[in-house]
């Protein structure tokens, strides 16, 4: 790419990598969403998934600690609170989007603490996490700050996620599903920032390419995880050693 | 584990891993020794390793660079060497083990630019091999040396892979194969120095569980290679978006 893109044309060169390599594609997301999964491969999903909530805050506080304000750091540190939860002034403390996710592990009949432990999850998984981790600690804070666009794709996903869930599996329920409702407002605010953020900064065609590079990278890490997934658990025979075993 | 082991049972430890995580075991490479793959498969396999062997002298640079004395360093600095080369006297260049998987994806009819370009691998060799790099880069040195350690069972598996690739595919000769030969003899090398440097420091059993974690890790880190492989190139539909295609 050698012309400087628009601000439109940008967010437009954005949205089409969504559109070709957002995972909503994967075969593996069809078939969630879709009820052809049984108990054991929506439970190694929802086991495999916890490591990516549980590092979000990490992946976050390494941005808060590179921004050089304390306006965008208090932009930023939200999504840590989104994911972590808060303290009340009355001292109760309020879940975050971690505990909402054990909240649907446990509603799978998976152990809590084999859980946190993430000691069952497959290596691509972990990889692929880390790689998402060091990407946002490591390189600039533009491209740190665009791999978070993916979440520009997320609503629609979640929203098809949740009701083809509910429809689809009687071992589902709303409260089980309670880490999704609050990602429907979450992310859109999230996305203006940053998506904002991604316009006013990317000012030659190299940086704009580096956003879109980061961009497809970050889809890479949501399709890998995928990816193992279903190597491991749809065809039969193909768990790796050490990994969770239903 | 809580007991301390002697140095045998911490050998005998670290082959029982190998025993059971090492990637001989997975269903790709016995397909790819048994003769059971395409050419297509081969050809990718050999692209998404190709990005493995070039980043295992930075692996390898990160641990020199760590190493306290003159002589460690030297010892592991014959690693480097034997994957990026030599300059002789004479001045003539002496391959190594990169230039030397780079004639095996040129017999594979794969474009050499393309190739070192690593743009068409999957984001799961990615993500393992950067995992591996950074794990040797970030961990205590005891385990970023036993992170090595798998190349305990290399030199079965470079004999089966190189007698059953010959015998199975006629687009493979003993030239396009020249990566394998010297890694016989370097591999026992390498692992004469890491195996006695681990069973000298791993003192405690909390340093015997890092050294036998760290084996695991990194039996995760080729087996998550092959998972990648394997779900995009054996079952037809799964090549992810921006890898390579036949």
Same mark, same amino acid.
């Given at each position: 790419m050698t012309a400087l893109l628009s601000s439109e044309e940008l967010e437009a060169a954005l949205r089409r990598i969504g559109v070709e /390599?957002?995972?909503?594609?994967h075969p593996f997301h069809r078939a969630l969403h879709g009820g052809q999964l049984q108990k054991f491969q929506v439970q190694a999903w929802a086991l495999n998934r916890y490591y990516y909530q549980s590092r979000i805050p990490a992946k976050d506080a390494y941005l808060v600690a590179r921004l050089p304000d304390p306006a965008l750091r208090r932009l930023w540190r939200s999504r840590i609170e989104d994911h972590d939860g808060h303290i009340q002034p009355e001292g109760v403390e309020q879940d975050g989007g971690i505990a909402r996710w054990l909240k649907l592990t446990d509603g799978l009949g998976l152990d809590r603490d084999y859980v946190i432990s993430t /000691?069952?999850?497959?290596p691509g998984t972990r990889h692929a996490v880390d790689a998402y981790v060091n990407f946002v600690r490591d390189r600039p804070i533009l491209e740190a700050i665009a791999s978070s666009l993916t979440e520009m794709f997320s609503p629609t996903i979640i929203s098809e996620r949740v009701s083809g869930m509910l429809r689809h599996?009687?071992?589902?329920?709303p409260e089980t599903l309670a880490y999704f409702t609050p990602r429907l407002t979450q992310a859109p605010k999230d996305v203006e920032f940053a998506l904002a953020y991604v316009k006013e900064h990317a000012r030659t065609p190299e940086q704009q390419e580096a956003v879109l590079e980061a961009l497809r990278f970050k889809c890479g890490v949501l399709w890998a995880q995928l990816d193992a997934l279903a190597y491991a658990y749809v065809s039969p025979g193909h768990i790796p050693p050490g990994a969770w075993r239903p």
């Open positions: /390599r957002y995972h909503n594609l /000691r069952g999850i497959l599996y009687d071992f589902i329920g």
